[in-house]
């Protein structure tokens, strides 16, 4: 069965990195993409970034330039460089393998909490 399992988030300062890691089973991870969302309190899931199968990446613009997303399809995990990291950056961020070759269902991970203190 897919499972996705994110790990990294934590307590950050204003201007600080975290790295996210979304480790993936289940799938053949290299053919798919993979997205990153992220909620905060209050507020509903957003798009943050999405890498393809291609490599080719999308980002939100609330975090293009500081965000990137990247792949190692050896270790069938996703992740998610945020430097420059703002107080507004705080939620809830989660994988999701989305709904793509004949897979009409999306997959989540349990999410992992990033919380940029100011």
């Known amino acids: 069965q897919v499972q996705l399992v994110e790990s990294g988030g934590g307590l950050v300062q204003a201007g600080g990195s975290l790295r996210l890691s979304c480790a993936a089973s289940?799938?053949?991870?290299?053919?798919?993409?993979m997205d990153w969302y992220r909620q905060a309190p209050g507020k509903q899931r957003e798009l943050v970034a999405t890498?393809?199968?291609?490599?080719?990446?999308n980002y939100a613009d609330s975090v293009k330039g500081r965000f990137t997303i990247s792949r190692d399809n050896a270790k069938n995990t996703v992740y998610l460089q945020m430097n420059s990291l703002k107080p507004e950056d705080t939620a809830v961020y989660y994988c999701?393998?989305?709904?793509?070759?004949?897979?009409?269902?999306?997959?989540w991970g349990q999410g992992t909490q990033v919380t940029v203190s100011s």
């Open positions: 890498i393809r199968s291609s490599g080719s990446t």
């Open positions: 289940g799938f053949t991870f290299s053919i798919n993409a």
């Open positions: 999701k393998k989305p709904r793509q070759l004949g897979v009409y269902t999306d997959y």
